[in-house]
C-alpha cells in the first residue's frame, strides 16, 4: 500500500513538473489554463451587468424639451403665502391671462401676484369669467411691458385615452423636505420620471412628473374633473398644466390622489359613480379639461365684446344727440 502511495506521488510530481514547464515557455496556454481555473473555482454565476438607464439621445432631448415648455408656461401663484400653480393661456399686448383653481385662491387673500418663470413678481387681478361658476377654475391677468412670456399651446382632452402619457407641472409646497418659503435655500427644480431620466437643475421648486391616463369620464366629477392620471400630484401643483406628448396643455391639475375625506366622489349631476369605479377614482390625480376654461373664457370675452358694442351705440348715439342740441343752440343764437 505504501509502495502505491509512493508511485502515484512520483507521477503526479511528474506529471506538474512538467506542466510548469509548459507553461513558462508558452504563455497563450497559461493565460488558457489560468482563465479556466479561475471559471472553475466560482461558487456562483457572475450576475449579468446591469443596462444602462440612460435614454437615446433623441428621447432625452425630447423630455428636456417638455420639461422647459412647461417651465416656461407655468407660474407661481402667491398671496400673502404662496398658494399654488398657473398655466398662461393667453397674451393680449402686454396683458396676460392665467387659469389656475378656485381652491388656490381660497387659500389666501387679495391682492395676489404672480411670479413667472424668471422669478418676476407681477400684481394680478382677478378676471370674472362667466360660465366658470361652478367649475374649480379661476383667472387672473397680470401686465408685463418689458417682458415677453410664453403661452401655452393647447391640445384636445378628448382625444386623450386610457395608458396615453401625460405630464403633470407645477410647484409642491415643499419639495424634498424643504419649504419653499426659504429664499436663502431653494430647492432644486426637477423632472420627476422613470429612473432613465435624471433630474434637471434648476431653481424655485418647478416639478414635471410622467405617468399615464387611469380615466377619462364621459360626464365631470363635481366641479368639473374629468381626466384621472396616475402622475403624483401634490399639494401647490394645483392650477399648474397637464400636457400631453406633444407639449400640448390638455388639462388643469386640482385634485391629489387619495384625498384626506372619505365621502364618495360625485358626479357634477349629483349621481354617484358606480362601487367599482371608487377605487379607482380615489387612487388618482384629477385635471379638468383646457376645454373647459378656454370655452368659459371665450364665452366672457364674447359677452364683454357685446356689452361693449352694446355701450359704444350708446355713447355714440348720445353724441350725436348732444351735437344736434349743440348746432341747435348755436342757430338759434
Known amino acids: 500500500m505504501t509502495m502505491r502511495l509512493g508511485t502515484s506521488w512520483m507521477r503526479i510530481t511528474f506529471v506538474g513538473s512538467l506542466l510548469l514547464a509548459l507553461l513558462a515557455r ?10 479556466a481555473n479561475s471559471s472553475a473555482t466560482e461558487t456562483e454565476p457572475a450576475e449579468p451587468a446591469l443596462a444602462e438607464t440612460s435614454l437615446p439621445p433623441s428621447l432625452q432631448n425630447r423630455e428636456n424639451e417638455l420639461h422647459q415648455q412647461a417651465r416656461a408656461i407655468a407660474v407661481r401663484v402667491l398671496s400673502e403665502v404662496p398658494l399654488g400653480s398657473g398655466t398662461i393661456i393667453q397674451r393680449q399686448g402686454s396683458v396676460y391671462t392665467v387659469v389656475t383653481n378656485k381652491h388656490v385662491l381660497r387659500g389666501g387673500n387679495s391682492p395676489y401676484w404672480i411670479r413667472t418663470a424668471d422669478g418676476r413678481d407681477y400684481p ?20 408685463s411691458t418689458r417682458t415677453v412670456y410664453a403661452v401655452a399651446r393647447l391640445g384636445s382632452s378628448s382625444s386623450l385615452q386610457v395608458g396615453d402619457e401625460v405630464f403633470a407641472a407645477g410647484f409642491p409646497w415643499k419639495v424634498e423636505g424643504q419649504s419653499i418659503e426659504n429664499e436663502n435655500n431653494r430647492e432644486n427644480e426637477e423632472l420627476i420620471l422613470p429612473s432613465a ?60 390622489a387619495y384625498p384626506l375625506w372619505d365621502a364618495p366622489d360625485l358626479y357634477e349631476d349629483g349621481s354617484e359613480p358606480s362601487p367599482s369605479l371608487q377605487p379607482l377614482i380615489v387612487s388618482s390625480s384629477w385635471a379638468i379639461p383646457i376645454e ?12 364683454c365684446r357685446e356689452k361693449l358694442s352694446y355701450w359704444s351705440i350708446v355713447c355714440f348715439i348720445l353724441q350725436m344727440q348732444a351735437e344736434t342740441e349743440a348746432g341747435k343752440s348755436c342757430r338759434e343764437f
Not at 508558452?26 to 482563465?35: A, D, F, I, T
Open 26 to 35: 508558452s504563455p497563450n496556454l497559461r493565460s488558457k489554463v489560468l482563465s
Open 197 to 256: 431620466f435624471q433630474p434637471l437643475p434648476s431653481s424655485q421648486g418647478f416639478i414635471l412628473r410622467m405617468g399615464r391616463v387611469s380615466l377619462v369620464l364621459d360626464k365631470a366629477l363635481q366641479e368639473g374633473y374629468r381626466i384621472g392620471y396616475t402622475n403624483n400630484v401634490e399639494k401647490g401643483m394645483s392650477g399648474g398644466p397637464l400636457l400631453n406628448r406633444r407639449g400640448e396643455v390638455v388639462g388643469i391639475n386640482g385634485m391629489h
Open 124 to 143: 394680478a387681478d382677478p378676471v370674472n369669467a362667466v360660465g366658470l361658476e361652478g367649475y374649480d377654475l379661476a383667472l387672473l391677468q397680470f401686465r
Open 292 to 303: 373647459t376654461a378656454t370655452e368659459r373664457r371665450e364665452a366672457s370675452s364674447l359677452v
